[in-house]
């Protein structure tokens, strides 16, 4: 299948790399050019635009920072077309970006004017996950829209769920990562306390994950430096999921609470904590580095 993969980041990259593996012909852009030519080396086609890279594809995968690039790539900006109004052809698009669920349902609604399927897919799973093709894919969108994209999704994920009608997988995305980011600041804080009052960080990793407190972030992605090979921990919080990308999830779930008049004092916290981390510069480090937040002042 002809696919144009637009977005190479840490997450689309690995993606993007799954979906050749699989034996499909992708076309690839960016606006970095050493992530296109990493894509080069593992057999993608490059071309010179996103519009270029669309033509002729049977399927546009999108894989994007905000909201506001998805409206630029799909609606167009400034007065230049987007491309909505420049494909040939019906292809299948899919955006995987986590943006607020207004954003996919406007664009949803101005593919389906047009005659295009447009599905709001986002992920879970973290670059591990994209990297081992492990992905949990959470789907809004039409039902046979939804099974047309299936085998593809599974080319790139485990776990595939349709949420719901459009904008339905960016809510349930948002929910998963207010959730996320309120365990990863309890885990650091726990672990910090720990520490502070004698505890070895491993021992009490260890029973914290055999206890009640066990928790994802705790067992696969444990924020202390030198418990969990491999971790982003353990790699100076170099790559994964960044602290800035978690705020701005936050951000959304906080935007999500207002419009619908829910309480989320938790969210709100974990929001504040990680605003207040990237703040002081640790933006465009992995999220878990929130561990850094709770030991100011300790000779680490």
């Given at each position: 299948m002809n696919i144009a993969f637009i977005g190479l980041g840490n997450m689309g990259a690995p993606m993007a790399i799954n979906l050749l593996k699989?034996?499909?012909?992708?076309?690839?852009?960016?606006?970095?050019?050493?992530?296109?030519?990493?894509?080069?080396?593992?057999?993608?086609?490059?071309?010179g635009s996103a519009e270029a890279a669309a033509s002729?594809?049977?399927?546009?995968?999108?894989?994007?920072?905000?909201?506001?690039?998805?409206q630029s790539l799909y609606l167009g900006r400034d007065g230049a077309p987007g491309l909505l109004d420049a494909l040939d052809g019906r292809p299948l698009l899919i955006d995987s970006s986590t943006i607020a669920p207004d954003d996919a349902r406007l664009v949803a609604a101005a593919a389906a004017e047009r005659g295009?399927?447009?599905?709001?897919?986002?992920?879970?799973?973290?670059?591990?996950?994209?990297?081992a093709g492990t992905l949990t894919f959470?789907?809004?969108?039409?039902?046979?829209?939804?099974?047309?994209?299936?085998?593809?999704?599974?080319?790139?994920g485990k776990n595939i769920f349709h949420?719901?009608?459009?904008?339905?997988?960016?809510?349930?995305?948002i929910c998963n990562n207010m959730l996320l980011g309120i365990l990863m600041s309890g885990t650091a804080e726990a672990l910090a306390l720990g520490v502070k009052n004698g505890m070895d960080p491993a021992v009490l990793s260890e029973i914290m994950k055999q206890s009640s407190g066990g928790n994802w972030a705790l067992n696969v992605y444990n924020p202390w430096p030198?418990?969990?090979?491999?971790?982003?921990?353990?790699?100076d919080y170099q790559g994964g999921f960044l602290t800035d990308l978690m705020a701005?999830?936050?951000?959304?779930?906080?935007?999500?609470?207002?419009?619908?008049?829910?309480?989320?004092?938790?969210?709100?916290?974990?929001?504040n904590l990680f605003a207040l981390h990237s703040a002081q510069g640790s933006g465009?480090?992995?999220?878990?580095?929130?561990?850094a937040l709770y030991r100011q002042g300790e000779d680490k």
């Open positions: 699989a034996g499909h012909d992708v076309t690839v852009f960016d606006l970095v050019e050493e992530a296109i030519q990493a894509l080069e080396a593992e057999g993608a086609s490059r071309a002729g594809a049977e399927v546009v995968i999108s894989m994007l920072p905000a909201g506001a690039h998805v295009f399927t447009y599905l709001d897919a986002p992920v879970s799973g973290g670059v591990g996950g994209a990297k959470i789907v809004g969108g039409d039902p046979a829209g939804f099974e047309q994209g299936r085998p593809l999704l599974e080319a790139m949420a719901g009608e459009s904008g339905a997988g960016q809510v349930a995305k030198g418990v969990m090979e491999g971790s982003a921990a353990s790699r701005k999830d936050l951000g959304l779930a906080w935007e999500l609470a207002l419009g619908s008049k829910s309480s989320v004092p938790m969210g709100s916290q974990a929001r465009q480090l992995d999220f878990s580095s929130i561990q």
